[in-house]
T-cell receptor
Framework: AQSVAQPEDQVNVAEGNPLTVKCTYS??????LFWYVQYPNRGLQFLLK??????LVKGSYGFEAEFNKSQTSFHLKKPSALVSDSALYFC???????????FGTGTRLTVIP | EAGVAQSPRYKIIEKRQSVAFWCNPISGHATLYWYQQILGQGPKLLIQFQNNGVVDDSQLPKDRFSAERLKGVDSTLKIQPAKLEDSAVYLC????????????FGPGTRLTVL
């Protein structure tokens, strides 16, 4: 069975500092991995995905994520955080051949001015 | 392009009442999804449509939840009768037929059951 863990409910970072939001997964076979962001009173927005190929994936708004198969991780990163990055971030996984995304519980990122 | 539209945005009902949510996906998107997001949790898939056919409804509580997409475009999700534990945000998403890995979400409907 597929599962996703986001070990931190809350991450605080100062504006301009690098940020990392952690995600680990468990899936049968090669995973499809995703990051979505949710701003207040808005739907989830797609940030980036890993299907195959280069382990470092670049996405929207300057975010990137690194797929690490040995550690079963897919951490979200950004070199320099903005106050506007403050939001709820969800990691999701899909098994090959499966229909649906399985989401983690989310990490609330707060960027402090 | 216009995004996924959902209505209403908010709904408050009493337990045992019925409620319906509406979703209009992005034009041309063949696949439509309904998710339930309970406070503090990630979204959970309820049902997935490909055009007007159901692909996956394994996590839909069929004794009280129903959904349809009769013409393969917009969709409705109904709860009858509602329970307190149905309080959640109901998200609709859509994706193109050839890019089902990327889902586009609507703003959601926040349901409160009293």
């Amino acid at each position: 069975a597929q599962s996703v863990a986001q070990p931190e409910d809350q991450v605080n970072v100062a504006e301009g500092n690098p940020l990392t939001v952690k995600c680990t997964y468990s899936v049968s076979g090669n995973p499809y991995l995703f990051w979505y962001v949710q701003y207040p009173n808005r739907g989830l927005q797609f940030l980036l995905k890993y299907i195959t190929g280069d382990n470092l994936v670049k996405g929207s708004y300057g975010f990137e994520a690194e797929f690490n198969k040995s550690q079963t991780s897919f951490h979200l990163k950004k070199p320099s955080a903005l106050v506007s990055d403050s939001a709820l971030y969800f990691c999701a996984v899909r098994e090959p051949g499966a229909n649906n995304l399985f989401f983690g519980t989310g990490t609330r990122l707060t960027v402090i001015p | 392009e216009a995004g996924v539209a959902q209505s209403p945005r908010y709904k408050i009902i009493e337990k045992r009442q019925s409620v319906a949510f509406w979703c209009n996906p992005i034009s041309g998107h063949a696949t439509l999804y309904w998710y339930q997001q309970i406070l503090g949790q990630g979204p959970k898939l309820l049902i997935q449509f490909q055009n007007n056919g159901v692909v996956d409804d394994s996590q839909l509580p069929k004794d009280r939840f129903s959904a349809e997409r009769l013409k393969g475009v917009d969709s409705t999700l109904k709860i009858q009768p509602a329970k307190l534990e149905d309080s959640a945000v109901y998200l609709c998403a859509s994706s193109p037929r050839d890019r089902t890995d990327t889902q586009y979400f609507g703003p959601g409907t926040r349901l409160t059951v009293l």
